[in-house]
């Protein structure tokens, strides 16, 4: 249970030098008390205290925290925000932590005690492992407390992690605003199961579901899958638990799937599931299938999902796939088991009616908790507005991409409108969800995007998919037909350097798929491309050379997918000094199953109707040949270069018809 104390201005310096630094007004200062008869050594170090706590880590050499695998020695101090140490000079170990966000500037921490603590009285209870999370990519910092408080009204889920935020120091020096946090592991205090090491079926299970690499892992039909708790030391013990755990994974998971309420309920408990899809998709989760999704199973007990976890990049905050960055619009990755960022036990679920019921009647008596997330976001802000603006004094990012946040997000210019946006986005994301989920065709199983079209398996699979550039020096922007365009500098030292994808697709074997883009560049080159896996040892699919020049042109091919795989990419190859100096793009990226393509002459912007949407598409490039710039290989119906009355008299002679006709 979290409490909030009351925030006092305090500091460690005098005021005279605190005014000179920051400019702000302060209250008359006091230092941080001593506890008992304790010598503090970090009072050598002076702490500026504003509404937050200070979190102060000096390793035991002065040496930086430069690994994620070795613990550093330290010693810990704890100032609460009435100005008194909690903790002096405490003993600890502290590596790096993170995925992604290891690439930061601004670095993740994982502290280690050697006896269980209650840091700030945050938690439930003590613990031994906590958490610095540093929220680089978001610039509010506040996506992932947001969601953290909002989960602990998700009764189903037996347990959410306490946070709190709080300014850190690293040997001396001022590190910004960071999350101190809980980690997710078995405790009577966090997830509270039982472990004994050396039983099978009598013993707890913490799982992670996890596309990253990690011991003690295994797959479930699309899904890979890593156990968290503590498993015996002896090999054959241990092999017989993860065979145990993901065997009875998938039976879960086939129950589900199955679409039987009474079978799912035997292995799964629901209420869990419910709560955990409906915290993913107010914050339409870009990572819903791909890392940080857990679940455990006590003695006993059923499968049960929880605890929530990692949500920087959500709530707006991804422009890397298509309407994700709006408010409006149900997860794709919650309703279509087509990427590896699906989540294939929400896509499976939301099949069901009775599924559906249950969220409906969830949400609804949540309502009041939702509507107050946008308060959550705003107390939080304003009661810690001036610890929360420091940070960006020692982190010059506002106005900056840090990461995928959308252009809306990257351009706000100051702290204030970073987390109104946040707020107003959750505000809107409710209000939109309320409706839906009380309206027909969410109880008649249809699902919207975020341009009002319905979600279906006949979708764009690389308009579902992760569209980003990575390299040596380049810059991209993302285009709203499903495109990129990239910016090449310095390709690097392999052709593979530099590269722009989209990724994450699932591909199944022997289906028959149809590849198609646009594609230009700002001098003449030859590029190679490749459908191919994203994951070693990247094994093409289908590839082939274009000869790219500035004249914007179209490829569309067809193959057949040799293999099974849930994590495949389009990669175009920009990498060594090739395309040094130019800007390439490419347009209209789409990969559909042939089997579920229907081609609909005229239907131009691909909504499965010929309508005066298709006309005005047409009329804005009207006139235009192939080397204009205005010129859209989709608008030209006959194929004959020029777009003209003898494609207009093709829309004329389809108009009003549909896809089913």
């Known amino acids: 249970m979290k409490v909030k104390l009351p925030a006092l201005t305090v500091s460690l310096t005098v005021m005279v030098l605190a005014i000179s630094m920051f400019g702000w007004g302060y ?18 170090t002076k702490y500026n205290q504003l509404e937050m706590p200070i979190l102060a880590i000096n390793t035991d050499s002065g040496s930086q925290i430069n690994s994620d695998e070795e613990y550093a020695g330290a010693k810990v101090s704890i100032i609460n925000d009435k100005g008194n140490y909690e903790i002096t000079d405490m003993t600890t170990s502290v590596r790096l932590r993170g ?42 910092l506040l996506r992932n407390l947001t969601a953290y408080r909002f989960a602990e009204k998700l009764t189903g889920m037996s347990y959410s992690p306490n946070c709190r935020s709080i300014e850190l120091y690293l040997n001396g020096e001022y590190q910004g605003v960071y999350l101190l946090c809980e980690d997710n592991n078995v405790n009577k205090n966090r997830v509270a ?32 899958y890593v156990i968290k708790s503590e498993l015996s030391e002896t090999a054959a013990i241990k092999e017989q638990q993860i065979n145990y755990i993901s065997n009875y994974i998938k039976e879960s998971y086939d129950a589900l799937k199955n679409g039987n309420q009474e079978n799912a309920k035997k292995y799964i408990d629901l209420d869990s599931l419910v709560d955990i899809y409906i915290g993913n998709e107010i914050v339409k989760n870009v990572d819903a299938g791909w890392d940080s999704f857990y679940m455990y ?47 294939p036990w929400f896509c499976n679920a939301l099949t069901n009616k009775w599924f559906r019921e249950l969220v409906k009647e969830r949400w609804n008596e949540l309502q009041n908790d939702l509507n107050d997330l946008p308060n959550i976001v705003i107390s939080e802000a304003e009661s810690n507005y ?103 500098q310095n390709g690097g ?8 994808i989209a990724s994450g697709f699932m591909l199944e074997k022997g289906e028959e798929y149809v590849l198609s883009f646009d594609y230009k560049c700002t001098d003449e080159r030859t590029l190679p491309f490749a459908v191919q896996l994203n994951h070693a040892p990247w094994s093409p699919l289908h590839s082939g050379n274009l000869n790219i020049t500035s004249e914007l042109q179209h490829y569309q091919a067809a193959f057949t997918a040799s293999a099974n795989d849930s994590n495949c990419a389009l990669a175009f190859s920009l990498g060594e000094d090739t395309f040094n100096g130019t800007v390439v793009t490419f347009d ?19 909504n499965g109707a010929v309508n005066m949407s298709d006309v005005v598409l047409m009329a804005a490039v009207f006139n235009s040949v192939i080397g204009d710039g205005d010129y859209k290989a989709s608008c030209d119906l006959n194929n004959d270069g020029s777009i003209n009355m003898a494609d207009a008299v093709i829309i004329a002679l389809n108009f009003n018809k549909t896809i089913n006709d």
Request: hydrophobic share 35%.
């Open 588 to 606: 209209n990226l789409s990969l559909v199953k042939k089997s579920a393509t229907k081609v609909l002459i005229g239907d131009i912007d691909g």
């Open 193 to 224: 199961i039982e472990e004994s090491p050396d039983e099978v079926e009598n013993n707890g299970y913490l799982v992670e579901m996890s596309r990253y690499e990690g011991e003690n892992k295994f797959d479930v039909d699309t899904e890979s």
């Open 27 to 44: 209250k008359e200062k006091v230092y941080a008390s001593e506890t008992g008869s304790t010598t503090i050594a970090s009072l050598n």
């Open 386 to 488: 001036k610890s929360y603006c420091r940070n960006f004094d020692k982190w010059n990012i506002l106005g900056k991409q840090t990461n995928i946040s959308p252009e809306e997000i990257v351009k706000l210019p100051t702290y204030k409108d970073h987390y109104m946006y946040l707020s107003n986005w959750l505000s809107k994301r409710v209000s939109w969800l309320t409706e839906h989920f009380n309206n027909e065709d969410f109880k008649n199983g249809i699902f919207v995007k975020e341009d009002g079209k319905e979600l279906s398996a006949k979708s764009n699979l690389l308009e579902l998919s992760s569209i980003l550039a990575f390299g040596n020096e380049m810059t991209y922007e993302i285009l709203p037909n499903t495109g990129i365009a990239v910016a090449v």
């Open 297 to 343: 199973k006590d003695i006993n007990g059923k499968l049960c999902f929880g605890p929530m976890w990692d949500f920087d990049l959500a709530m707006g905050n991804a422009n890397c796939v298509k309407g994700f960055d709006s408010w409006v619009g149900f997860s794709p990755y919650t309703v279509l088991n087509v990427n590896a960022n699906s989540n």
């Open 99 to 140: 995925s992604s966000s290891m690439y930061a500037e601004k670095k993740s921490y994982k502290m280690k005690f050697e006896e269980k603590q209650n840091l700030l009285g945050i938690g439930d209870g003590k613990g031994k492992p906590w958490l610095l999370i540093a929220n680089h990519s978001d610039h509010s």
């Open 493 to 500: 030292s392999e052709s593979w350097a530099t590269q722009a």
